[in-house]
């Protein structure tokens, strides 16, 4: 069975610089980077608690951030439709910006055609 896509869940837990969209921003980009996927637009929100939340739409999909500076927790999402995309070198990417102390991944295979 293949898949036509690829979703990386991603929780960041006892990470640093969930206050600061910026430094998501800038992670985020050299995730899209890493992974070997085309950047088409960018955009972030901050909220009121310090937080923010970020979508990099891609070519080939998107990567989504979601803070919770209070928790020192991040819910980021890898979804990636193309077969080249190189998920694991993303994680190492959040893992540099963020420096969480633990890290839990689930990827979820997408489309499953048979």
Not at 14 to 33: F, N, S, T, W
Not at 97 to 111: A, I, N
């Amino acid at each position: 069975m293949n898949a036509l896509g690829r979703h990386a869940l991603v929780e960041l837990w006892d990470a640093k610089g969930l206050d600061r969209a910026e430094l998501g921003e800038e992670a985020l980009a050299e995730c899209v980077k890493a992974v070997g996927a085309t950047l088409l637009d960018t955009r972030f929100v901050r909220f009121p608690n310090g937080g923010y939340s970020g979508v990099c739409i891609l070519a080939e999909s998107h990567v989504t951030i979601h803070t919770w500076p209070e928790h020192g927790y991040a819910a980021v999402d890898i979804f990636s439709c193309g077969p080249r995309m190189d998920i694991a070198a993303g994680l190492e990417v959040l893992k540099k910006y963020f420096e969480p102390g633990h890290v839990q991944v689930v990827e979820v295979r997408r489309g499953i055609v048979s």
